[in-house]
């Protein structure tokens, strides 16, 4: 029954039957000239039941977030309220044009200038910019701020950027891009800054350290002050990877603890949809004297008006074509007055709450290598099964076969076999108890029938592909030249 669309196809069938035209047919060629196509297009013909079963076929080919569970690791796969979606909806956001007058669009200005207010609130930095598309383009937008702070300083000897060796891959890939050295440093025995190494690299050279709070082990960096300290001192900035901002809300701020930049995936924290390549959205927020360097333009307000304030001769410049994705922001401003200042907070301490009873739970049968309390999320070890003749790939793949998404695999670096589990506050404890379920199965299958486990998945519409051929060179057409004709 899993015939293709192409297959399905039959000449002259069609989705709907119009009223014949009374407008007398445009006579192409002379419009179009030498455009105008020869061929018709290889579309297939079908009814529209057949159309609505290919595409609703297709969406059930992928896990999501609104058929699974999710665990990814540092990806905080939350539940994305259905209410955002239909507020970003509503006309008065949804039919404005970048292009119109300021005149016409006061609504959706006072909703950014609100979101830029929330956020500044939420993270403690005074200055907010919602223009980069994603968290990594964010990280660009931050550095090139830091960047732009010392060459105005006539500091021209600040070129490198220190990241510790738990950092997310994004962190030393956009100092580089950035045009910045990368000093990599490595963690202690807790998994956390070891302020001796820090020390040992620190100097004129450095511009700044670029700093997840937890980190990715999902632990709160506790020298944190004295990090601060140290980079200060040294004259240098702090860089706050705000990804993981859904451990912290309302309990502590990066801005409070000494940093000087940050920036907050609004895809993750606050629950905008993960693109798969379509818009997300980011906010970057800083210190009052890195505020003059913030893209252009600025949401400003001057008593009841809100503006754009292109006037800013100090500014990096525009990193986003108009003023970023604007039916994101008005998702993450949903979500941010659906919790409200407790409600947030209550979501920060879920997610903690949920990360450490799935812990607990677990590391009987898996190796926990950092064995604390955690924040959001949680690494464990798979050495274990290893042992057995099971990698850290095999248990991801079978998890797939009870209708789960796997774990972060092989991240962070530091702990081999890594599964990096971060289950978020959405989940109920009867979904939490069914992951552990599946995981004691999966550990049990190990030891009586590694063969189901080395061999999976068994269910999926797709086995074990070759994941970077797929990446770089997917198959994503139609040849029907190899088609059966029926
Ligand atoms: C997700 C993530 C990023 C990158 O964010 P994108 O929106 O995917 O570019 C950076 N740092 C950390 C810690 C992350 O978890």
């Not at 007398?24 to 030498?34: F, H, M, R, V």
Request: hydrophobic share 40%.
């Amino acid at each position: 029954m899993e015939k293709l669309i192409y297959e399905k196809s039959r000449p002259g069938r069609r989705a709907q039957t119009l009223p014949a035209s009374g407008v007398p047919e445009a006579n192409l060629s002379a419009l179009l000239g030498s455009a105008e196509r020869l061929l018709p297009p290889k579309l297939p013909e079908v009814s529209e039941l057949d159309a609505v079963r290919h595409f609703v076929r297709l969406s059930h080919l992928n896990h999501s977030i609104d058929t699974g569970f999710y665990p990814l690791g540092s990806c905080t796969m939350k539940y994305n309220p259905k209410v955002n979606d239909a507020l970003s909806c509503l006309d008065g956001f949804r039919e404005l044009h970048p292009h119109q007058d300021e005149d016409q669009i006061q609504g959706a200005l006072e909703l950014m200038w609100r979101l830029q207010e929330s956020i500044s609130e939420i993270v403690g930095l005074p200055a907010v910019s919602l223009q980069p598309a994603a968290g990594a383009h964010g990280e660009l937008t931050g550095l090139m701020i830091i960047k732009k702070y010392f060459q105005r300083r006539n500091d021209s000897a600040r070129t490198k950027i220190i990241v510790p060796d738990t950092a997310h891959g994004t962190n030393p890939a956009t100092a580089a891009v950035a045009g910045f050295t990368v000093v990599e440093i490595k963690s202690n025995a807790e998994g956390l800054v070891d302020p001796e190494a820090l020390k040992a690299v620190l100097g004129p050279d450095v511009a700044a350290i670029m700093l997840t709070n937890p980190n990715t082990l999902g632990l709160f960096e506790e020298k944190i002050s004295q990090v601060q300290q140290l980079v200060h001192e040294a004259g240098g900035l702090l860089y706050y990877d705000g990804a993981n901002l859904n451990a912290i809300m309302g309990l502590v701020r990066p801005g409070d603890t000494g940093f000087d930049v940050c920036h907050l995936n609004l895809h993750k924290t606050f629950s905008t949809p993960h693109g798969g390549g379509g818009p997300g959205g980011c906010a970057v927020a800083v210190a009052s004297k890195l505020e003059q360097f913030l893209p252009v333009p600025v949401v400003v307000r001057s008593g009841d008006r809100f503006s754009f304030d292109y006037n800013r001769p100090e500014s990096i410049g525009k990193v986003k074509g108009f003023y970023g994705n604007f039916g994101i922001l008005v998702r993450a401003y949903a979500y941010i007055l659906t919790h409200g200042r407790s409600g947030l907070t209550q979501v920060s301490r879920d997610a903690i709450l949920n990360a450490n009873y799935l812990k607990e739970r677990l590391k009987k049968n898996f190796h926990l290598p950092y064995d604390r309390p955690c924040m959001h999320e949680f690494v464990l070890s798979g050495i274990y099964q290893k042992e057995r003749g099971i990698t850290a790939t095999n248990i991801a793949k079978r998890i797939l076969d009870f209708g789960a998404h796997a774990p972060t695999v092989y991240f962070p670096l530091v702990v081999s076999e890594a599964l990096m589990i971060e289950p978020t506050e959405t989940e109920s404890k009867q979904t939490l108890d069914e992951f552990v379920g599946i995981m004691l199965q999966i550990d049990h299958e190990t030891k009586e029938s590694p063969d189901v486990v080395h061999n999976a998945p068994h269910s999926t519409p797709v086995g074990r592909l070759d994941e970077t051929l797929a990446a770089r060179k997917p198959n994503l057409r139609w040849d029907d030249t190899k088609a059966a004709t029926a």
